[in-house]
């Protein structure tokens, strides 16, 4: 009876790690945007060289988009430039947008990839339009 009682007792902790192990893992390996505190836009293609900061609202907007996304490693065909992306925390956190209408984003620092939604795809090149951005920029 004793054994029975370790067994089942070594079997839920195992469980248990491996549940908790799966869920750390998995959340891990997803963008915060918590500690964001402010942000610019970056579009140098053709004759535009545009550098700007964002607006609270449009910085909400942005970071409300980025937010609790899925980073994985790929090659997407989109193409991407650190000269059409936006810029967080003082230019410390650089994600690139695809120049073409991909809803893919690659976060430079990470070296990875996100999707955005069509929504939020749509919803992010009307916002950078506002500031110079036209698109497709290949």
Known sequence: MMKRNIVI???ALF?????GGGWILLNS?????STINNGRV???YGDKDILTDLSEK???????????????????SC?????????LNDDSQVF?????TCP??????????????????????NLLKKYGFRFPCL
């Open 9 to 11: 007792s070594v079997v």
């Open 15 to 19: 469980v248990i790690l491996v549940i």
């Open 29 to 33: 390996n997803k963008t915060n945007m």
């Open 42 to 44: 970056r579009f140098k």
């Open 58 to 76: 449009d910085l909400n907007t942005v970071k409300e988009i980025f937010d609790n996304k899925r980073l994985y490693k790929d090659n997407p």
């Open 79 to 87: 193409g991407f430039s650190e000269n059409i992306a936006v810029l």
């Open 96 to 100: 690139c947008i695809a120049c073409d």
């Open 104 to 125: 893919i984003i690659y976060s430079k620092n990470e070296g990875l990839y996100f999707k955005i939604s069509d929504k939020e795809n749509t919803l992010l090149r």
